[in-house]
């Protein structure tokens, strides 16, 4: 564990609250990050079973980070960013989230507690049962106080709305830009770039374009996007914009949709995979590139694709010790690192962090390592919610084993006002991504005059209403960040096991 340098510039040195404790940090950071480079590993306990929990994504997308603070309820800490004095407490553990005595339900029920059908038809003991399994379910209590009232919504318009600022939404932008279509483009993250800023280098990736390169407020920082709905004014991408640390929320209002969300990070099945110390490949070439900290001293790297062989490459030069690197699906390539094999993990150890790793080498075997991080990196799995949300149509990828949207070349779906490109079809590399966003624009360009359109979205008018008038709470109750999208049902992915 140890911070680096990376170039990118520092914010200053500021001390956090963490449980009554003083943690060193780095103004502005995530102040998840400043946990682990403080050598905090237990951010919080799983619902049910209680599992100690360490952040494993990095994107708002895991809900391991999950914490109180400044008396706010259910803060993804991967998202906040520090501030001197901040309070941070852990939730759902009693007495503490390092020894939480209600961890023994994981222990008395290694094979599963099916809560719904306990003491079912005992008198009495039923409605203990059901008392005590209501208290202990949900997560965080209700904040300190009222959330402040906030800025009415802003409401903008323009021809075409872009979701996501990586490689295909900033080349379609590019393209859009140079054709002179209006558009707004918003990005989550206070920088464009999505994976060409945060994965491991890739070859032949495109230049990320700086801001400036497009019109005066076309393209939008820390906008996430979580939702597609309509009202009376037609289809609009709702949009939860920081401004100065508090959130607003945006409607724009488009013609078309261009939706270039990228994809989530799966998780393999095996023992053990939610323990703190295990991390996506994303999360930790993010870590590395963007936060400069090698949140381990000792890694294995765990999957397949091209990504993780960049991903061991990256490593190498920040100086990591790679402890076992275990290819799922093919022979390591030539350079790969001395310990590279194809196989598969057993299980990974630990109590409360993780301490080492078994695998099975493909021609059988076992090996056991000590490690104290784990990266898994496999092709992304897409992000379709947005796009189902608008309409279009999703199949599930026997090639990739995850659900994807269907749209043709030109990134055209079943909906007529929505388009596609980049993960969100299928995993590609951020060269194919770009050449998609540039199909799309192409074919948004083509279509130059747009018939008006009215409600062709799937979300009822009422219900539209019904969510502008709780958003406000609801991004109060966020505070920091808000995730690409609302979570409609995650994509499934049929290998991977239930989080217990
Ligand atoms: S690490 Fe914060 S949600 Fe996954």
């Known amino acids: 564990m140890r911070r680096l340098e990376n170039g990118l510039p520092r914010g200053s040195e500021i001390a956090v609250d963490f449980e009554g404790d003083s943690i060193p940090a780095?103004?502005?950071?995530?102040?998840?990050?400043?946990?682990?480079?403080?050598?905090?590993?237990?951010?919080?306990?799983?619902?049910?079973?209680?599992r100690p929990r360490g952040p494993f994504c990095f994107a708002a997308a895991c809900s391991h980070c999950l914490m109180r603070v400044d008396g706010v309820p259910n803060v993804f800490t991967c998202r906040a960013p520090a501030r001197s004095g901040m309070r941070l407490e852990r939730q759902n553990a009693y007495p503490t989230a390092e020894v939480d005595v209600f961890s023994s339900i994981d222990w008395l029920f290694p094979r599963g507690l099916d809560h719904h059908e306990m003491f079912a038809g005992v008198p009495v003991a039923e409605k203990v049962m059901a008392k005590v399994a209501r208290h202990l379910a949900g997560l965080g209590l209700t904040p300190d106080s009222p959330a402040p009232a906030r800025a009415p919504a802003e409401v903008l318009h323009t021809r075409v709305a872009i979701a996501g600022g990586?490689?295909?939404?900033?080349?379609?932008?590019?393209?859009?830009?140079?054709?002179?279509?209006?558009?707004?483009?918003?990005?989550?993250?206070?920088?464009?770039?999505?994976?060409?800023?945060?994965?491991?280098?890739?070859?032949?990736?495109p230049a990320i374009p700086s801001i400036e390169a497009f019109p005066a407020g076309a393209a939008r920082l820390d906008a996430a996007v979580i939702g597609l709905y309509a009202d009376e004014g037609g289809p609009f991408l709702a949009v939860v914009r920081k401004e100065m640390n508090e959130p607003r929320l945006l409607k724009i209002y488009a013609e078309r949709f261009l939706i270039a969300v990228g994809g989530h990070s799966p998780l393999v099945p095996f023992a053990n995979n939610d323990l703190p110390g295990v991390f996506s490949g994303r999360a930790a070439s993010y870590l590395i590139r963007r936060c400069a900290l090698l949140p381990f001293d000792r890694v294995a790297l765990l999957g397949h694709g091209p990504e993780l062989h960049s991903l061991a490459e990256l490593l190498q030069q920040v100086g990591a010790k790679i402890v076992a690197l275990i290819d799922t699906q093919s022979s390591p390539p030539v350079g790969a690192p001395d310990v590279a094999c194809q196989g598969e993990v057993i299980e990974a150890h630990g109590r409360s962090r993780l301490t080492g790793l078994s695998f099975r080498r493909k021609r059988g075997t076992v090996r056991r390592v000590r490690c104290d991080g784990l990266v898994i990196s496999t092709p992304v799995s897409p992000s379709v919610e947005l796009a189902r949300q608008g309409g279009a149509r999703i199949t599930f990828r026997l090639d990739h084993r995850a659900f994807a949207v269907e749209a043709d070349e030109a990134g055209r779906t079943a909906a007529p006002l929505v388009f596609v490109a980049g993960d969100i079809t299928g995993p590609t590399t951020a060269e194919e991504a770009a050449r998609a966003g540039r199909r799309s624009a192409e074919s948004l360009v083509a279509r130059n005059r747009y018939p008006p359109c009215r409600s062709q979205m799937l979300i009822p008018i009422s219900r539209a209403k019904c969510f502008i008038s709780s958003m406000d709470r609801f991004a109060s109750s966020m505070l920091v960040s808000v995730p690409h999208c609302i979570r409609t049902p995650p994509p499934l992915r049929p290998e991977a096991p239930a989080h217990r």
Not at 32 to 49: D, I, N, P
Not at 174 to 193: D, T, Y
């Open 26 to 50: 780095l103004e502005g950071e995530p102040v998840a990050v400043s946990l682990l480079a403080a050598g905090e590993s237990v951010f919080s306990r799983s619902v049910k079973y209680h």
């Open 166 to 205: 990586g490689a295909a939404g900033l080349a379609a932008a590019q393209v859009l830009a140079v054709s002179k279509v209006p558009f707004i483009l918003c990005e989550r993250e206070p920088f464009l770039g999505g994976r060409l800023a945060v994965s491991a280098p890739e070859q032949n990736a």
